[in-house]
């Protein structure tokens, strides 16, 4: 028997892990791509909690990167980029309540070479952004197209990378604001960070009646901070599972997997990241597995794990986690 | 002669700095106030440029700290926090144009005490806060009623203050976000900086058509970061002027008094704020008054000012400035 | 009478400021500069409480900038620059003690043009560094001689900006530590902060026996938060006498002039050398001037001021101050 | 054969990798343990290169933690906290070259228990700090002592976690300052980076004549950033090996294992660790593995990682690594 049916989602969701529905939402279905998190647009798809969900979205640069000749500060111009599938409202979802998203899996979805990788000017983690504001002239703007297989991301004819899919961008959609999916935040959004993959149960605070979940933006891969600002960049097929947990006021994103729980900061300067993550993954300690604050946080500094998402988004996002064998 | 005459809104804005019009915006005649700075919401009042608006503002807490005995946590919950006068469409304005507001007068606005501050939970430039996460214990929740007049801010028995008042939010609607009036960023909000007085005339990249006019937040005064979170909150009368410069594709807000000039830059860490008001201002130096980068740089380096708005909000906002006489 | 007498120097030091003896510290008397601020060296020079002394101070560069021709990065090779007068030791200073400074003159010393700015590759606050590490080619490598006088500071053909002149880099020895003359901290040291000017009186917690003070560095003008990194550099003769206050705990430095008292915080990032500055003056007006914390939170929030002194060094230097007409 | 042979040390290395003697630096033998890493203090042991050294450290309290009622702030108080052995000397190291340190073995010494880990009131991850400086009141002081052994880390009757010893401070002396063992920069230190254990192999930049290495401060365990402060705190024997790479110009710690290379930033805010990090391993791929630069930058976007020593030293020390496998 799979670790999920001890997960939270299947013990405290209304649908306990059962599969209630299929649906399919395909990249004609979504029809226009939305940019922000927000309450503003109509949902594209209606589902009940336990419902299963093919997705197919778009890569973050709305699939206008079609050759290495092309320009993404050309082709791809904010505030349009990064576009996302939804929103998806779950039936019966409220503020206060948990959105559950189990991801069953990522795979590429059209023509080799399906990956794009690029060096944008005003954008990344080693040069001069719109924060970080110097006076240095950009660095060339560079676009790579690469072969992505589950045989592997041919980056080079040096490199060839695993597959390690993950989903770049997902959410729930604010209370009132609606924000740039380009933005990482207490809501999800455009955290990068490779923990969101297939066998991962994301938890998300329910803002909004009907939750409105958002998705898009997939990685075939990604190291550490999303160095350079472009990932594998992929259009992709998402298989996911929904469900809902009532009445758990969780102040950020958090998430489980077979090995261990994991919640997510996003903020900047980094630090700051780092200590929400770990300040919520005390507190889930604390309140889920019978630790008291002080005990957690003497664990965490023994045994804890920091994972860097993205250093190069509005916020950077920071993954706190403890193994479950810990917690027994 | 006024030094207004030679300001970028006379010179270059559509009305010339010319009053073409007066318009009032009560309170009764806003109706409900508005908590995103976004372009969801209609339009409460359309202006031509050249128009002269008074408008009657709400204190932060939309008036419901009424007495020392109201907890701010309480009756004023987020996001429902900061409520705002607006927006106010300025016709003709179009994306890439700059909307241009000088402001006349802050008034104070209803019975006294009609300043409130507060020490609220978990927020202020002293205290851990949900980005600057810890274990620690919130300070007490305190409330403080101070009688405002253009005589003084009695603070307490022991200290009265100047009256020194400003707007502390005021910008123009994002393009496709709506985001939370709390907030500071390109297009001006919660950016609690006390340049922002009458006096001044404020320079605003405008994103959308009519550009969508939002503010609020009055302070009777404040000092330099807005250490504990909350400065003298008051309702206002406040009374501006908009005019709108054609085809000025300004990063951000920027800021022009009698004395000076001034570039703002919103963001955390506060070095990153403070380097893109900097290079802000450079390039305004560099476009407008004959320098080239470099000797703004060195000019700045010598003669720059720097002023911390605010270190509480969700991005903190510094105003650098140089004076006009070493511009000539 | 002047304001002095009612100082914390005066009302609280050995020699309650009267003057009870002269020195002097010609280029030659100092013999070889110092490069650290620590415990190592030797001192120059012995003096009671009270002294008043006259000390020759070198540029940062120690002059190896002769002409517009010369390059810093070939001519001033780290860890060998901002060389510093000292240590000079105070009779009687134990741990725990305050070194009290005062600042009588900054005057330039040597032939014109004796000042001197100039952009570095890899140094300053719009450009990479080896902290704010990137991969930017560096800036071009910019000396300027710069004309200085009591009339003013002749920055270019076009600009001559106000003679205000202050000692960069100045504070006692840590205990144990010898650290470069380049950063500052809570003893002082490269803290390039303009309040540090002939008027002001510094307060230094001492760290060792003698005190050992050093100084150097002096400026003839500079920016808020030196933008560059590098001010008018300038030789000069400085005048200050110095003073001791036994049993005074102070965390780090604290300045005080005829109209405020200030805190210096030297940390990064910048809002935590803010927090570390208004931190220690809010526990100085507990401490001295009759305010529970937060009623000194409180008043700082509406009254304090922020001064960057320095956005571009190890670490960065603010000030926090409030106007002492609001303490009596 | 082991990987050794084709390592740095092993290739360039003038003893390349070959032990040349044995020496022993007992407790006893180091007398005065240290507290800065600096040129000023005698050297030890003086050994060439090649050679192999047994050391015996003391724990990060100097063993004055030896019950649970015992308080680190009053027995241990800085600047006299985390002693070090050392300095030692290798014979014919020059500033310029690399001085190689293979760590062969790190074993608890000592009766059992032999750990301590505390929370320290004004010191962690999650608290108000000097620097993080804030207005709450600390949190209580804790000391645990913890038996280890190779068997397990008894954090509680709880959790046991596994024995994972490194070395949480060591480097070379800076050329002319003497800085606190508590602090990280490019010359190693307080790291406190769990990579720098057994069967890693630590490249430095030699500062001056000798090397003069230090080390202490070893860890039975530690979670990423050690977020309360203080690991699993052990005196310990260690073995390592030395050796020298003549003319090396590396700008900071560098470190290799059999299945990566790996680059450490140390500095605050934590982004800019990250990016000291990141840049030095992206020009060690192009100084040593036929990268250039952009191609590098690429291969660590999607491929590189990071490590989080410490955010809570006055430097927060990260590091970014790549598989070698991704070199070849």
Not at 18 to 37: C, I, K, P, W
Not at 115 to 121: D, H, K, Q, S, V
Not at 148 to 155: A, H, K
Not at 235 to 262: F, K, N, S, Y
Request: net charge negative; glycine share 10%; proline share 8%.
């Amino acid at each position: 028997m799979s670790w999920l049916s001890g997960s939270h989602m299947a013990r405290r969701g209304l649908a306990r892990g059962a599969e209630t529905a299929r649906h399919r939402l395909s990249e004609a279905d979504q029809g226009a791509f939305q940019y922000v998190y927000g309450p503003y647009a109509e949902p594209v798809l209606r589902v009940a909690p336990g419902a299963v969900i093919e997705v197919e979205t778009l890569d973050a640069f709305g699939g206008a990167v079609k050759t290495e000749a092309d320009r993404p500060s050309q082709v791809a111009t904010p505030p349009f980029v990064n576009p996302q599938n939804g929103p998806i409202a779950v039936e019966g979802a409220e503020k206060g309540d948990v959105l559950c998203v189990r991801l069953i899996s990522v795979a590429p979805r059209g023509p080799q070479p399906v990956g794009t990788t690029a060096l944008i000017p005003g954008f990344g983690g080693l040069v001069a952004t719109r924060e970080t504001a110097m006076l240095h002239a950009p660095l060339p703007e560079i676009v790579r197209k690469v072969p992505v297989t589950e045989e592997g991301v041919v980056l080079s004819d040096r490199v060839t990378l695993p597959y390690e899919p993950f989903v770049g961008t997902i959410g729930v959609s604010p209370e009132i604001e609606a924000v740039t999916s380009l933005q990482p935040d207490y809501w999800g959004g455009n955290m990068d960070l490779p923990d969101v993959a297939p066998g991962a149960v994301l938890y998300f605070p329910v803002q909004r009646a009907g939750a409105h979940l958002f998705l898009g933006d997939c990685h075939a891969r990604q190291g550490d901070g999303e160095l350079g600002g472009v990932a594998i960049e992929m259009p992709a097929t998402v298989v996911l599972q929904v469900d809902l947990i009532r009445g758990w006021p969780i102040p950020g994103v958090r998430l489980e997997t077979e090995e261990a729980i994991m919640a997510v900061g996003s903020a900047r300067p980094m630090e700051d990241a780092a200590r929400m993550a770990y300040r919520d993954l005390i507190r889930w300690m604390a309140e889920d597995y019978g630790f008291d604050e002080i005990e957690a946080y003497l664990l965490c500094t023994q045994a804890g794990r920091l994972r860097v998402g993205n250093m190069v988004d509005p916020k950077f996002s920071l993954a706190a986690s403890i193994r479950k064998q810990w917690l027994a």
